[in-house]
């Protein structure tokens, strides 16, 4: 069938063409990669057919403080020597708020501390809970040390018969 006279915005088609913003609800937990389908608010089929689906792609900003690992979260937490070597007790930011960490007297440079559901919501229809916070801990060495600081670490180093250069 030959339309005589086609609409001069359709052309015949029974659909234009059109910019539409929708707000789409972003589920917590989504990753990089992954589709939000939404049902009937896609092209219009031809001759006043039904609406098809929106697929939205995400891709996920990078956070400055966390690195996402699955549902799990990577920070790092810096101290100094004589915090690792003596112990701390301080506050450590999460997604959920302040969250106290203990760092025992001792701990290393590379000391991973896992806070248990602190981590990404999971997602899923069979999956519940969130994944964990790991925090590794890096020890900072100072560059610049006043003399005072530079006789206490060569006393230090006396005391533990460490071999180390007389100036800094």
């Excluded at 917590?28 to 006043?48: E, M, S």
């Excluded at 697929?55 to 966390?66: E, G, I, L, M, S």
């Amino acid at each position: 069938q030959v339309i005589a006279s086609p609409c001069g915005t359709c052309r015949g088609e029974g659909r234009t063409i059109s910019d539409k913003n929708y707000t789409v609800d972003v589920p917590p937990g989504i990753d990089n990669g992954q589709t939000l389908r939404l049902t009937g608010r896609g092209a219009v089929g031809p001759r006043g057919g039904s609406s098809g689906d929106l697929y939205v792609h995400v891709r996920v900003a990078d956070h400055d403080r966390f690195i996402r690992d699955g549902d799990d979260l990577v920070a790092d937490l810096s101290v100094s020597i004589a915090q690792a070597a003596l112990g701390t007790s301080l506050d450590f930011e999460t997604l959920d708020g302040d969250e106290p960490l203990v760092v025992p007297a001792g701990s290393q440079h590379g000391r991973v501390f896992t806070l248990k559901g602190k981590g990404v919501p999971r997602l899923g229809q069979r999956r519940s809970g969130r994944g964990d916070l790991r925090v590794v801990l890096r020890v900072e060495v100072p560059t610049k040390l006043s003399p005072k600081e530079a006789e206490l670490l060569r006393a230090f180093a006396s005391e533990r018969s460490e071999e180390h250069t007389s100036e800094l």
